[in-house]
């Protein structure tokens, strides 16, 4: 897509939107007019940026007449939505699950999987089992309080499993099994050098405990052998072309682990063990697995092969990144060092703080649905999720004004006016809000020497002066918003995206929101009321 066109989306935004052209509103446009945009919206984002700040320095009449010169935008017919689920050759009886690690929140990225397990059982009418892979007790220590998030925030998405598994609980059943793999020769406990080992492998190489009797070697893996000294390997095909393939190992030893649910164990399941007996043991027929972990399938298939069962049907998807989120272990290191405040703070992607912003499941899911499950990495841009987000709220959402940092002024000749402002531009069961005004108001922009300003929803001023009550085409007014001068407005505090209180002074009407309530502050964007104080109101920002 040229410039051209995207200045039409940005001029035709500005123009329904009293002069103000909104970024999340301009993408969710592009992208549900040019669905091939989805892909590639990350690149464009700096030009659309751009051409938005050059619309906003219009005025609405330049506007206007610009929009005509390029043609007026024209909207092709709503066509209906198309179902991305994947068609399943044999879904009968289909049982699904979805594996995190519970070292944190999910976050967006983490819950496409989650989601897509969810959309797969509700078409076919499946099961869907939260499985915690929790068995990594040194790289990735689980939080205690994570499994209940996740259950929680899985539950704000509107999904509800059928069963909840916890690994770590499951070491009995994992013990069992590698014991029958030792009993049939296909597993054996290797207490080789590391890099040894892997030279070995590299050439296809046996190594002398390949052949050794495993049983006392297994027992001394609990009673015996030290951290780093032994691992139980599966045996594979040393001459499988894919070294990482060969020998893979199953079991290691954690001395003195982290676990917030089970201290005591030392000999822990790798992923590829644990994994593949739990999907077997809970009946899991299909599989959504990252592209990263394909190899998994050619470990895992020498378990089932050894044990004589079916392997589940197995699907792939690339990773969902997003631009800004930060990872889980880098954001343990923020809150670590306190330069963020938590799991749910504004400036993260986990789900906890998306809710917090005020983000709606329904975009959440939305926006999962139109990225769909492809093998390919998709790069996005949060700006994509607020303009799912905005076609939720919009139209039911609230009008106020909030001044940041405040100025007084005078208007000469103003009018004492009892005004009622609509609280939706189209929304009439939304109400009105009513003022009263005399000539004093609050500000925010910063006013110019003879150029002529609106105030909206009242009256033209120029330098300070009332002009005329009607909106008039040839003033060229700039339109901005204002609050009279009055004892009864409040105090605000926005908690912005990057992290930055802004404060100011809001319109008396917000003092009868609930928490979780969202508004709009006109030009300035939603945001969801947070916390009620004694003598303010603590907002936190969503988005344009």
Known sequence: MNNFEIERFVLDNAVRYEGKAEIGSVVGSLIANHPELKAKIKELMPEINKIVKQVNSMNIKQQEIKLKELGELVRPEKQE????????????????????????????????????????AKKYDGKYILRFDDTDPKTKVPMKEAYDWFIEDLAWLGVKPDKVVIQSERLEVYYKYAEELIKLGKAYVCTCDVEVKKKLLQKGI?????????????????????????????????????????????????????????????????????????????????????????????????????????????????????????????????????????WDDPRLGTIRALKRRGFQPEAIINFIKSVGLTRNDTNVSMDALAAFNKDIIDKTTKRYFLIIKPKKIKIKNAPILDVQVPSHPDNKKLGVREFKTTNEFYIQDKLEKGKAYRFMHLFNFIDKKYDSAEYKKELEAKLIHWLPVSSNLVNVDVLMNNGKLVSGLAEHGVNSLKVNDIVQFERFGFCRLDKKEKDKLLFVYCHD
Not at 269 to 284: C, G, M, T
């Open 81 to 120: 939505k198309t179902d991305k689920t994947p068609v399943l050759k044999d879904p009968k009886d289909l049982v699904v699950r979805f594996a995190p690690n519970p070292n944190g929140p999910i976050s967006l990225g983490h819950c496409r999987p989650g989601l897509w397990n969810w959309f797969l």
């Open 206 to 342: 046996k190594c002398d405990c390949y052949d050794a009797y495993q049983t006392e070697r297994w027992q001394k893996m609990f009673k015996g052998y030290k951290e780093g000294e032994a691992v139980l390997r599966i045996k594979t095909d040393l001459k499988n072309p894919n070294p990482a393939v060969r020998d893979w190992a199953a079991f290691k030893i954690v001395d003195n682990n982290q676990h917030p649910l089970n201290k005591k164990a030392r000999v822990w399941p790798l992923l590829n063990f644990a994994s593949a007996i739990d999907d077997h043991e809970f009946k899991v027929t299909h599989i959504i697995r990252g592209i990263d972990l394909s190899i998994s399938d050619d470990r895992q298939k020498y378990i089932y092969r050894y044990l004589g069962w079916k392997y589940p049907e197995t699907m792939y998807n690339g990773k969902l990144l997003v631009d800004g989120v930060k990872s889980t272990s880098m954001t343990k290191a923020l809150i670590a060092s306190g330069k963020i405040t938590g």
